[in-house]
């Protein structure tokens, strides 16, 4: 007889149903076209990095510099169109620098061998301190006449739907279609799924590794542009906050299991869903930060254990300095 | 009549002698007694300045005023940045403690974390100027921003702005942990307990970040489409809650008051754009120019530190649309630094 077994994407998303409809029937101007919109709008930038940390988990690694990726590089367009230079020419500074981040992060964690944690931490704190002593005049970087018209990328709406969900769409495509009709995609769970395994077969795992992250770290910046563009400035100090956590909690929330392999796109989705309602719920009840973080925590907590259940650690594969 | 002669002389003699006299003493000039002990007590004194970071309008304003003020007079300016890290900067004035600089300038992160250090400090003979927030200790000067004025005067802006309409407000917070904060929303307080009919929908922390400021707008915006003002509490995070109303259509309808340094890109710009109605300024120019203005004070007058203590709140400029165009309302960092 076939045991009944539920897997966490299944369970999250009976939990994000249950919420929702408790939220719906209880919360007065929760289910409304409009706030319905608000919701995703808010989560929109964190689903975009949803996907970025995603490519890189399923690969068996963890991105935690994506947050200087989301800030320094659209940090740094802001401030050259500031002081003159062309947007065009901005723009390509930034995506340049992104991709030569991406680069380093991919050879220190393929060619050099260092855990994906602790080499993301340093040169996310690398890259965070670059601009902030070489790049940056003041922490939040204003909008400039120069930038006009860009704000549309996180503002207005697109045939009625808000702009920034529009791109998290739009991104949500482009990752699934790497994940699952390239070749590349297909590495990248093999990687994941057992490393050994998938360069004895032949798959140059180094180089796909390499460019996990450079990836991860290009939708990064993306998140940022929209990020800017949507609250016309760049905070470049949100690489202190702590973010990059709720990304996580995304990630693993979703179902896509740290030990790497597993989960796609949909999991992001589901994640942020969950994220998106539980926050916005919140909001509306008018919950203390603490009562917030708190509730955050034990949810993360929750999905952490469910997920070490659900995807125990692989005995033969597991490394020192994996999570 | 002799007599009379004889004092005519005398006085002809004297005027004489001045006429002589005059041109002589402006050649030789007259010493001013107190400047060359106002130029040794500062020549070589060292000049600690602590801020919570760098890298903002405020602190990077202090510092550029203070430095232009004092390094003329061969006072050695050092600077510590914890970068938002309240443990670096407690590591910071310890270790600043033993080498004992002359005066310490510190922006506290929160009322409770440097007091005890910063009493010590004084206890060694160094004078401790607090700048814009303050701690539980009360040391020689404390200079800066009055929030709990602040709070009242952008709730009474915002109440004033209210009437006749639905009496709904939002408050927007910064972090709770943040002293100014927490003074800001006494201030709230204080002008809401006068103004019974005044409803506040939501009140809640979105730890100075522009986004997370947002997010909150967006959906108090949704729930309360008439919302008729917004308290928030920090300009650098208010563009986030002013972009959430511009997005509702809402601007010019919903009243936003915050405050800040002053800043041109940051204040007046966003004044004018309509984002802000009312952006209260504590206009960081005037406040170095206090700071260094103590610091000199204190250094001359040869007082015991800790001897005196005395405060220095800072006068706010309203910035509105009828000032903000003027050239004095804002500051520009980058003229500040010349």
């Not at chain 1, 947007?87 to 050879?107: D, H």
């Not at chain 1, 931490?121 to 005049?137: H, I, P, W």
């Not at chain 1, 708190?294 to 300095?321: C, H, M, W, Y």
């Not at chain 2, 405050?259 to 005037?286: H, M, Q």
């Amino acid at each position: 007889m076939k045991r009944l077994r539920f897997n966490q994407q299944e369970i999250v998303f009976a939990v994000f149903a249950v919420l929702f409809l408790a939220f719906s029937i209880f919360l007065r101007g929760f289910l409304t076209p409009e706030n319905m919109l608000t919701l995703l709008q808010n989560v929109a930038v964190l689903g975009i990095l949803g996907l970025a940390m995603a490519l890189v988990v399923i690969g068996r690694g963890i991105d935690i510099s994506l947050i200087a990726a989301l800030a320094v590089p659209p940090g740094l367009v802001l401030q050259m169109v500031q002081n003159g230079y062309s947007l065009p020419a901005s723009l390509a500074t930034a995506v340049l620098l992104t991709i030569a981040f991406g680069l380093v992060n991919g050879w220190l964690i393929a060619y050099a061998e260092v855990p994906s944690l602790f080499a993301t931490l340093a040169t996310g704190l690398l890259l965070a301190g670059l601009g902030q002593a070489a790049l940056f005049q003041l922490d939040v970087v204003q909008w400039s006449d120069g930038m006009k018209g860009f704000e549309r990328l996180g503002q207005g709406t697109i045939a009625g739907i808000p702009t920034s969900i529009v791109m998290f769409a739009i991104a949500c495509v482009v990752v699934a279609f790497l994940l699952r009709q390239t070749r590349w995609g297909a590495y990248i769970y093999a990687i994941g799924d057992n490393p050994y395994a998938a360069r004895v077969t032949g798959i140059p795992s180094r180089p796909i590794i390499v460019l996990q992250y450079v990836v991860a770290a290009l939708i990064g910046c993306f998140a940022g542009l929209v990020m800017a563009a949507s609250v016309n400035s760049m905070p470049t100090r949100v690489f202190n906050s702590t973010l990059i956590y709720d990304v996580i909690l995304v990630v693993v929330l979703g179902g896509i299991g740290l030990s790497g392999g597993r989960g796609g796109v949909l999991n992001v989705i589901i994640g942020t869903l969950l994220i998106g309602t539980m926050l916005n719920g919140m909001t509306i009840m008018d919950i203390s930060y603490a009562g917030q973080n708190l509730v955050k925590g034990v949810v993360l907590l929750l999905a952490v254990i469910t997920d070490s259940f659900l995807n125990p650690r692989n005995e033969e594969t597991a490394q020192q300095g994996d999570i | 009549m002799k007599y009379a002669v004889r004092t005519a002389k005398v006085i002809a003699a004297a005027l004489g002698l001045a006429a002589i006299a005059a041109p002589a003493l402006a050649q030789q000039g007259l010493d001013e007694p107190f400047q060359k002990p106002f130029k040794e007590a500062l020549a070589g004194k060292t000049v600690a300045y602590v801020p919570v970071a760098m890298n903002f309008d405020l602190t990077e304003g202090w510092y550029a005023g203070m430095k232009k003020e004092l390094e003329p007079l061969g006072v050695k300016f050092e600077i510590r940045d914890p970068n938002w890290n309240t443990n670096a900067g407690a590591q910071a004035v310890t270790s600043l403690i033993s080498e004992k600089p002359a005066v310490m300038v510190i922006h506290n992160p929160d009322v409770q974390t440097y007091a005890k250090l910063l009493q010590r400090a004084e206890n060694e003979g160094i004078y401790v100027i607090q700048i814009n927030m303050g701690s539980a200790y009360r040391s020689s000067a404390f200079i800066g921003a009055n929030w709990i004025e602040i709070g009242e005067k952008d709730t009474e802006a915002v109440v004033k702005a209210c009437q006749g309409k639905s009496n709904k407000i939002a408050i927007v917070q910064g972090a709770l942990s943040a002293a100014a904060s927490a003074y800001t929303l006494k201030g709230v307080e204080n002008v809401l307990a006068k103004h019974p009919e005044i409803k506040v929908v939501s009140s809640q922390a979105a730890d100075w970040d522009a986004a997370k400021a947002k997010a909150i707008t967006q959906t108090v915006l949704k729930q309360n489409p008439d919302l008729c003002g917004i308290v928030g509490f920090w300009d650098g995070m208010d563009i986030g809650t002013a972009a959430a109303v511009k997005e509702a259509g809402l601007t010019g309808k919903v009243f936003v008051a915050t405050s800040g340094g002053g800043e041109r890109k940051g204040a007046c710009e966003l004044v004018k754009s309509g984002a802000f109605d009312l952006n209260l300024s504590y206009d960081v120019p005037t406040q170095a120019a206090q700071m260094a203005g103590t610091i000199k004070w204190l250094l001359s007058s040869g007082a015991k530190a800790g001897s005196v203590k005395g405060s220095e709140y800072t006068t706010l400029i309203p910035i509105t649309k009828e000032n903000a165009d003027s050239q004095t309302a804002c500051w520009n960092l980058s003229d500040l630094k010349k």
